[in-house]
């Protein structure tokens, strides 16, 4: 499985981007997508993710209310819409695949496919 993530950049606060991660390879319809997060000198972190079947496996906290995640109807490509974006939202933003759902599909180590991370930068 390959992810490409896309549509990251420059944008002032309280401004919206959408990212996108198109996927190949495998049955990756059936597969459940993520976004994680690495801010400068941070540990990447979760930020939601979608199961195969539409369900939304959960959102960090800070993002709740701002981010929504969404794949489209083949499945192969997944969103991350961001609205009211906050300079504590700068990071660079990486999305994941994982074939079964379990405890871990909020933690990096439940993922084994990932996107080569595409950078947000929000301005105050």
């Known amino acids: 499985v390959q992810l490409q993530a896309s549509g990251g950049g420059l944008v002032q606060a309280g401004g919206s981007l959408r990212l996108s991660c198109a996927a190949s390879g495998g049955t990756i319809s059936t597969y459940n997508m993520a976004w994680f997060r690495q801010g400068p000198g941070k540990e990447r972190e979760f930020v939601g993710g979608i199961r195969w079947t539409g369900i939304n496996i959960g959102y960090k906290d800070s993002v709740k209310g701002r981010f929504t995640i969404s794949r489209d109807i083949a499945k192969t490509t997944g969103y991350l819409h961001m609205n009211s974006l906050k300079p504590e939202d700068t990071a660079v933003y990486y999305c994941?695949?994982?074939?079964?759902?379990?405890?871990?599909?909020?933690?990096?180590?439940?993922?084994?496919?990932w996107g080569q991370g595409t950078q947000v930068t929000v301005s105050s």
């Open positions: 994941a695949a994982q074939r079964w759902y379990s405890s871990s599909s909020s933690y990096t180590g439940g993922y084994n496919y």
